[in-house]
């Protein structure tokens, strides 16, 4: 099975290296939903959230080990003052998108950079991503349904000539 996984995994690698390019793809990528993209508006997100949220899944690749980049990090990654990041943060958290975890440096005493939890943002996003399924769902299969109706089939109806008078002479 795990065989299985690690070549399927693979060929989607490939795919995007086809799309990317293998340098692009090589320098790293991030998996995000893309209903978090498609309902951005209707979430109540604007770009700069949307990117704060990307750069923030970028740093996050095992359930147990949320992103932790520095809030100074981020505005350098998006070339934009950190009071700008930190407002955004205030307001995605207070909108119950995401959570604070916060982070002590046992080492040298002191907080750390706070980790992120996504669970408000990915409740907030399950119905939009429910109803995309369900019309995806649907979609597929008017398609089925479309490809094995039976096409109607031409009938030449001969007997009705038969009988008649013929013009000719």
């Known amino acids: ?19 990317w390019t293998a340098p692009l793809m090589d320098a790293g990528w991030t998996a995000v939903p893309s209903i978090l993209l498609d309902k951005q508006h209707a979430l109540g997100l604007d770009p700069v959230d949307v990117n704060i949220l990307l750069q923030l899944a970028k740093y996050w690749w095992h359930t147990g080990n949320l992103p932790h980049p520095s809030k100074a990090t981020l505005a350098e990654l998006m070339n934009v003052d950190p009071s700008t990041v930190r407002r955004r943060i205030s307001r995605m958290v207070a909108a119950g998108f995401i959570r604070r975890v916060p982070r002590y440096d046992l080492k040298h005493g002191g907080q750390a950079s706070n980790a992120y939890e996504f669970d408000g943002l990915i409740k907030a996003a399950t119905p939009f991503a429910l109803e995309a399924l369900k019309v995806r769902d649907e979609r597929r299969a ?6 094995s109706r039976k096409k109607p089939t031409l009938v030449v109806d001969n007997t009705r000539s038969v009988g008649r008078k013929s013009n000719r002479r």
Do not use: G
């Open 142 to 147: 008017e398609d089925a349904a479309r490809r």
């Open 1 to 19: 099975m795990a065989a299985k996984k690690a070549a399927s995994n693979e060929r989607v690698l490939r795919r995007n290296e086809e799309k």
